[in-house]
């Protein structure tokens, strides 16, 4: 049986919140977001535990070849989130890894990390005190459309790594995705593009009222961990002005697979799922 929520039906956010939002933003809230609101997603040990799973998205991202690139060598996993990534380059064969990010939410698989003994090392802080030329492979897994200032982290990404090591970047959905706006669990997914027809203000006012936030927010930047507005073109753009890089691989996957979408320039940026680098340090 399908249940039609009528407007009263939706409760996000406190009334005094609700008040704040004009007659366009409330429309907004009543028929573009999820109904009752979801919860977020709770951070635990187990959900780092299975590094069965983390190692098969990186095969999923890179490909198995990935782990002839790691065995051995020094790595680095910057923007990594909750380390689950970091665990699994450890397990397959990483000489040691370490894991970095500005937002330290790590703290269970750094305890995992210890519990097996795994040469890995998490810091929660930026690339700055970080020697030159530290690593064999670097990679960003997911991370390149949060970056508040993208082309800043690929020329530190540069400065890393060693000559003729790797740079592995992997980030989707860019900006003009379906879903690029990394709203899972506030905007409903059968409103695809709607952030690029709705304004911003709309969109991150609403998104602050959902989640009972006590300030407003404005940009999509203000979103937990950040969001750059990440193009397709744009990342090629930042690729190509970065010094000392050779790229040895640039792939757009097309939404679904269908790879003759992401071959077409402009139609591309609307029907990319992911993009995909391989740099070498020259």
Request: net charge positive; with cysteine; glycine share 10%.
């Amino acid at each position: 049986m399908t249940v039609i929520l009528q407007p009263k039906d939706i409760d996000p956010g406190t009334s005094s919140q609700k008040s704040c939002l004009t007659f366009g933003e409330r429309l907004f809230l009543k028929t573009c977001c999820y109904n009752p609101p979801r919860p977020r997603r709770v951070r635990t040990l187990e959900g780092v535990q299975d590094t069965d799973h983390f190692a098969a998205e990186y095969e999923h991202s890179y490909g198995p070849q990935v782990w002839d690139v790691i065995r051995g060598k020094e790595v680095l996993d910057l923007g990594c989130g909750e380390g689950g990534h970091v665990l699994a380059l450890a397990a397959r064969g990483a000489g040691h890894v370490t894991g970095l990010d500005t937002l330290p939410e790590f703290q269970n698989a750094e305890e995992e990390g210890r519990r097996r003994d795994y040469p890995v090392t998490f810091i929660g802080a930026g690339t700055e005190s970080l020697p030159d030329a530290s690593y064999d492979v670097i990679f960003s897994h997911d991370s390149f459309e949060h970056f508040a200032q993208p082309e800043q982290v690929l020329a530190e990404m540069t400065r890393l790594i060693r000559p003729g090591g790797r740079l592995m970047i992997k980030f989707g959905p860019p900006w003009r995705n379906p879903w690029g706006r990394h709203m899972g669990g506030t905007v409903r997914r059968d409103r695809p593009w709607i952030h690029l027809v709705v304004p911003e203000r709309t969109v991150m006012r609403v998104q602050s009222v959902y989640h009972n936030e006590p300030v407003l927010k404005e940009r999509y930047a203000d979103l937990p961990g950040g969001l750059n507005k990440m193009t397709v073109g744009r990342f090629q753009r930042l690729l190509k002005n970065q010094d000392g890089i050779r790229i040895e691989q640039f792939y757009v996957k097309g939404l679904y697979g269908i790879q003759a979408l992401a071959g077409i320039p402009v139609v591309r940026e609307f029907f990319a799922s992911s993009v995909r680098v391989v740099a070498v340090r020259i």
